[in-house]
């Protein structure tokens, strides 16, 4: 059974770079380590293919809006034959700070809206997460634009370790399981 990781984002090129496009740009750098098929439509996602170190690794990103991201992920574990605790999402999370990785299974969704459309759809919160951290807005009223903004100059700077590291730890759920990879990459990266 192929691993299936699904990147969280928005489709369109006006979100390309934004911050709550984290999800599909970790999916790019993960693609880039390995050899991947064509980009095809698989219902509501675009999904690709492919072999990373001898695993077999699906790739998805939903092509609804955020919020409802649950419908490709109900359409693609039914397609993939993958349990729900096997998925691995990943997505953007201001509750951490920028750059910060936290891999967890289960849990609240912490108002990200994805998320919470996953676990509704899925009727389960039990699917891995890989949360890799934006911070918050200074003014809590400006979340959506916020989300919705791209990446300064510095922020971009720093994505330049972080996207690395945030592959590197979906690739430990899939070699290792949940628990090693937790013990590796919960903790800050040493600078």
């Known amino acids: 059974m192929a691993a299936l990781v699904i990147g969280l984002g928005n489709p369109g090129g006006e979100y390309a770079r934004t911050r709550h496009n ?3 740009m970790c999916l790019d750098e993960l693609e880039s380590r390995g050899r991947f098929g064509r980009e095809r439509r698989e219902g509501p996602a675009r999904v690709r ?19 409802l991201s649950g419908r490709a992920a109900v359409h693609l574990l039914g397609k993939y ?20 990785l936290r891999l967890k299974r289960g ?6 809206k994805g998320v919470l459309s996953i676990a509704d759809s899925l009727r389960t ?3 891995v997460r890989v949360r890799i951290g934006v911070s918050r807005p200074v003014e809590r009223d400006r979340m959506v634009d916020y989300v919705l903004e791209t ?11 972080v996207l690395p590291r945030a592959a590197d730890a979906v690739m430990a ?13 919960n903790r ?3 600078n």
């Open 81 to 100: 034959g993958v349990p729900p605790e096997d998925l691995i999402v990943v997505h953007d999370d201001v509750d951490l700070p920028l750059g910060r």
């Open 49 to 67: 293919e492919g072999i990373i170190e001898a695993h077999d690794i699906v790739t998805a990103r939903p092509q609804t809006y955020m919020n």
């Open 188 to 190: 800050a990266p040493d």
């Open 22 to 24: 984290l999800g599909w």
């Open 173 to 185: 759920v899939v070699r290792n399981g949940l628990g090693s990879a937790m013990t590796e990459y």
């Open 107 to 112: 849990g609240g969704a912490a108002g990200q």
């Open 151 to 161: 990446f300064t100059r510095e922020e971009r700077e720093r994505l330049a370790a």
């Open 125 to 127: 919160q039990d699917f």
